[in-house]
């Protein structure tokens, strides 16, 4: 940044550089989740998701609590860390009928 706190062309080409993993990790332990009942201490091991809209569906598909998102980057950073709110979208539950 420069001394006005604008970004200026290096950091701009530095984050632009950047690989992006989308990756999901428990609140609580700060674990991150690698395969159905495996979750891993670092990073470099857990699952990499395609997009987070897959890592929040897939959340509410098995029903993972108290996980969030983490955005992250080579350079620490960078990295953006996002709650996952529980979601009824998948819910087993069925609408009533009518009547």
Known sequence: MDARGKPNERNKRDAENQR????LQQKETG???????SWVRQS???MDFV???VA???CALNRLPGV???LKFEEQSYDI???VRPSDRFSAKQ???AG
């Open 51 to 53: 997009s987070s809209t």
């Open 95 to 97: 609408p009533r009928p």
């Open 31 to 37: 674990l991150y989740f690698k395969d159905v009942g």
């Open 56 to 58: 929040i569906d897939f």
């Open 20 to 23: 992006m993993r989308i990756l």
């Open 44 to 46: 470099a091991e857990a």
């Open 81 to 83: 860390v996002l709650p």
């Open 68 to 70: 969030q998102l983490v």
